[in-house]
């Protein structure tokens, strides 16, 4: 399959504490993969070691046959690589429209004026931008909510308006911070459909942290579990909830309250 991403021996040490040891990974086209892992096993900082916010104290990140360690996060959105947040980071104050053409174009060089009121662009071109917006709100169920303040929705749809966000950059690899966080379980159910449907749709691969193991063990192509900043186990969810370490180190418990 073909490569997208990967990290080869990738560590990051702050001061003394090891966040990510020597670690190996792959993203191959089309595929959603997820990472698992206890408290402070490292995945938040993998995020940050993606989108640019940290960057490798050794090892290499490829993207594309492009070594980009010391790439800065908003050249990585331009290059393809986007995320969302554990907690929202919506513009409450507008609409979920306005939310979603603010983040095209802050990565398509326009201003927000621009974007929204067309000032300094064509009429017809705004209409495309407006049109590939709402597209995106389509795939992530909102399309029928555009005039909405984006700070009166729903907590499960802000999520999933970060999401629309994140596609409106144009990008390749979206990366999911705990996206089904305070969902119940059918929007959870629902989520899961509307990331198989973008990955899809919008031919993207996707990156995902999540505790909810069900969550994970339904969607994942392919997982990788950290601990204590290791790779302890890599592959399919019936490959990872056999594996003994996995078990000792994180789904023991799980396992159990299920
Ligand atoms: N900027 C930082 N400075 C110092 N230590 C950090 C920094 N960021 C993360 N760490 C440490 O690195 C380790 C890994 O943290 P990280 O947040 O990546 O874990 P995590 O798997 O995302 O945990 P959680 O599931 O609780 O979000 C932890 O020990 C954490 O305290």
Redo the contacts with the bound molecule.
């Keep these: 399959m073909e490569k997208v991403l990967e990290l080869d021996k990738v560590s990051v040490k ?2 003394g ?1 090891v ?1 990510l040891n020597n670690v190996d990974m792959t993203l191959c086209r089309g595929e959603i993969l997820s990472i698992i ?10 995020f940050n070691l993606l989108t640019g916010i ?1 960057q490798p104290t050794s090892g290499k990140i490829i993207y594309k046959n492009r070594v980009i360690n010391r790439l800065k996060p908003f050249k990585r959105v331009s290059l393809g690589i986007a995320r969302t947040f554990q907690n929202t980071r919506l513009l409450k104050q507008m609409t979920v429209l306005e939310n979603v053409l603010v983040a095209h174009a802050e990565c398509n060089g326009e201003t927000l004026l621009q974007s929204i009121f067309a000032r300094g662009s064509t009429e017809k071109r705004r209409a495309a931008i407006v049109q590939e917006c709402v597209a995106k709100l389509e795939v992530v169920g909102l399309a029928d909510k555009l005039d909405i303040l984006a700070g009166s929705l729903p907590y499960g749809e802000q999520r999933l308006l970060e999401i629309a966000r994140a596609l409106a950059t144009g990008c390749e690899i979206l990366l999911l911070d705990e996206p089904a966080a305070g969902m119940n379980a059918t929007e959870k159910a629902e989520l899961v459909k509307k990331i198989r449907q973008l990955s899809k749709e919008f031919n993207i691969e996707i990156i995902l ?1 999540e ?1 909810d193991i069900s969550m994970i063990m339904d969607i994942s192509d392919r997982i990788v579990v ?1 601990n204590y ?1 290791e790779k302890i186990a890599e592959g399919s969810a019936e490959q990872i909830q056999s594996n003994p370490e996995v078990i000792k180190a994180y789904l023991g418990g799980e396992v159990e309250e299920a």
Excluded at 40 to 46: D, E, I, R, Y
């Design positions: 702050f001061g504490l966040a892992g206890p408290n402070g096993a490292g995945k938040t900082t993998l940290y942290i505790h950290l900043g």
